[in-house]
């Protein structure tokens, strides 16, 4: 079988070493499509491939109709809102993720943005601690577990609400369990979103549920932008100049949220997944799990249906 990684934007040389190592190693073929400046370049590549892993790459009705071959794409990290899934379905196509591989690099990004969000965004003046403060964590998966594993060390009393994960589980973990979102609006000092994009969560965090945070609260978003309504944000911290926003995700509105000079900050570029591990990690398993499938139909990871 051919196995295409097609990446915009690489992974690291160590991750192709590894991923090599698992696709020859079950005898499959792997071919390399790296730093690609069209889409026609995608379009070629693909139309023998077998397989695909990709990164942050998108997966439209137009790939899939000029991958005449391909059986499963594996998307390298957790989020896949960049694979149409309607159309990987229709075209009998498993979609494929790899949860947990970069929630680490993740969390621990969490708290670079938080630390320097309460330390005044080391402009010289007074900040404050984290020690003691109530974290809220909204959605409760890989990300969300580790970002509540980091909170522990901090000292932060932490809470969580996620629709789809028992309220038992999250208490085993050591968190305070809420109703719903707007209670962990309420309770918390910062809040930091673990949520997908989807059509029930895109626009969701909106100034109904931002404006019930407390004085001086912190809003962290390291999950997808879709999930901010921009211009209610906006006109909600014109409005409370206590409030902060901190992302590694740039929002479409970047210029009217830099205005707030002091209570912003974004990445220049999404940085959730940037670390070594987290790219070796992604690599190897989407190589893992595509062998998987080859050799037994294995479809644990799949997302579309």
């Given at each position: 079988?051919?196995?295409?990684?097609?990446?915009e934007?690489?992974?690291?040389?160590?991750?192709?070493?590894?991923?090599?190592?698992?696709?020859?190693?079950?005898?499959?073929?792997l071919?390399?499509?790296?730093?690609?400046?069209?889409?026609?370049?995608?379009?070629?590549?693909?139309?023998?491939?077998d397989?695909?892993?990709?990164?942050?790459?998108k997966v439209?009705?137009?790939?899939?109709?000029?991958?005449?071959?391909?059986?499963?794409?594996v998307?390298?990290?957790?989020?896949y809102?960049?694979?149409d899934?309607?159309?990987?379905?229709?075209?009998?196509?498993?979609?494929?993720?790899?949860?947990?591989?970069?929630?680490?690099?993740?969390?621990?990004?969490?708290?670079?943005?938080?630390?320097y969000?309460?330390?005044?965004?080391?402009?010289?003046?007074?900040?404050?601690?984290l020690?003691?403060?109530?974290?809220?964590?909204?959605?409760?998966?890989?990300?969300?577990?580790?970002?509540?594993?980091?909170?522990?060390?901090?000292?932060?009393?932490?809470?969580?609400?996620?629709?789809?994960?028992?309220?038992?589980?999250?208490?085993?973990?050591?968190?305070?369990?809420?109703?719903n979102?707007?209670?962990?609006?309420?309770t918390?000092?910062?809040?930091?979103?673990?949520?997908?994009?989807?059509?029930?969560?895109?626009?969701?965090?909106?100034?109904?549920?931002?404006?019930?945070?407390?004085?001086?609260a912190?809003?962290?978003?390291?999950?997808?932008?879709?999930?901010?309504?921009?211009?209610?944000?906006?006109?909600l911290?014109?409005?409370?100049?206590?409030?902060?926003?901190?992302?590694?995700?740039?929002?479409?509105?970047?210029?009217?949220?830099?205005?707030?000079?002091?209570?912003?900050?974004?990445?220049?570029?999404?940085?959730?997944?940037?670390?070594?591990?987290?790219?070796?990690?992604?690599?190897?398993?989407?190589?893992?799990?595509?062998?998987?499938?080859?050799?037994?139909?294995?479809?644990?990871?799949?997302?579309n249906?």
């Amino acid at each position: 079988m051919k196995v295409l990684v097609a990446t915009e934007k690489p992974f690291a040389p160590v991750a192709i070493e590894g991923i090599r190592k698992e696709v020859e190693g079950a005898g499959h073929e792997l071919v390399l499509l790296e730093k690609y400046t069209e889409k026609a370049q995608l379009l070629a590549a693909v139309a023998d491939a077998d397989a695909m892993i990709i990164r942050s790459d998108k997966v439209d009705a137009e790939v899939l109709d000029a991958a005449k071959q391909l059986k499963i794409v594996v998307r390298a990290g957790a989020g896949y809102d960049n694979i149409d899934l309607a159309a990987a379905t229709a075209h009998q196509v498993v979609a494929e993720n790899t949860p947990g591989q970069n929630a680490n690099a993740v969390a621990e990004l969490v708290f670079g943005l938080l630390v320097y969000a309460v330390r005044s965004f080391y402009n010289g003046k007074a900040g404050s601690e984290l020690l003691g403060k109530k974290l809220g964590i909204l959605a409760f998966g890989n990300v969300g577990r580790n970002v509540a594993r980091i909170a522990k060390g901090f000292g932060m009393d932490i809470y969580a609400y996620d629709a789809y994960c028992p309220a038992e589980v999250i208490e085993a973990a050591g968190v305070h369990a809420v109703e719903n979102q707007e209670v962990l609006f309420q309770t918390c000092d910062v809040v930091s979103l673990h949520i997908p994009a989807t059509a029930e969560t895109k626009q969701s965090i909106n100034r109904a549920l931002v404006s019930q945070m407390k004085k001086g609260a912190i809003l962290v978003n390291t999950a997808r932008k879709e999930v901010i309504n921009e211009p209610e944000l906006i006109q909600l911290m014109a409005e409370r100049t206590d409030l902060k926003f901190v992302t590694d995700i740039k929002p479409d509105a970047d210029a009217e949220f830099a205005a707030f000079e002091g209570r912003y900050f974004s990445t220049p570029k999404k940085m959730g997944a940037q670390t070594a591990e987290a790219n070796i990690n992604a690599g190897i398993a989407a190589a893992r799990q595509i062998n998987a499938y080859f050799a037994d139909g294995c479809t644990k990871f799949q997302v579309n249906k």
